[in-house]
């Protein structure tokens, strides 16, 4: 008898679930393959070491890394805030 639960490994769905560092996602944003990134992350450096630019990454041949890292940063600010002052309306 077919078990198809034990083939189905959820890949379709463990992508949704995934986590990946600011620097990951913001170079899968830019078109970087997963099996190529760990040859462009030595190369990567930040904007900044203190502040916001800490989570701000360069890559000289990826032109949109830092753009992409910078609105991956904000959006986790926003997110932030915005369920900091949900709770504290609780």
Same mark, same amino acid.
């Given at each position: 008898m077919d078990k198809p639960w034990k083939n189905d490994n959820c890949a379709n769905m463990k *992508?949704?679930?995934? *986590?990946?560092? *600011? &620097?990951?996602a913001g &170079? &899968?944003?830019?078109? *970087? %393959? =997963?099996?190529?990134?760990?040859?462009?992350? %030595? =190369? $990567?450096?930040?904007?900044? =070491? $203190?502040?916001?630019?800490?989570g701000v990454w360069i890559h000289d041949d990826v032109d949109c890394l830092q753009a992409r890292t910078r609105a991956i940063n904000e959006a986790i600010d926003v997110l932030y805030y915005l369920m900091k002052e949900k709770m504290h309306n609780l």
């Open positions: *992508v949704h679930y995934a *986590v990946y560092s *600011v &620097l990951k &170079l &899968l944003w830019c078109g *970087v %393959p =997963e099996d190529e990134m760990n040859n462009f992350i %030595p =190369e $990567t450096y930040q904007l900044s =070491e $203190t502040g916001f630019g800490r």
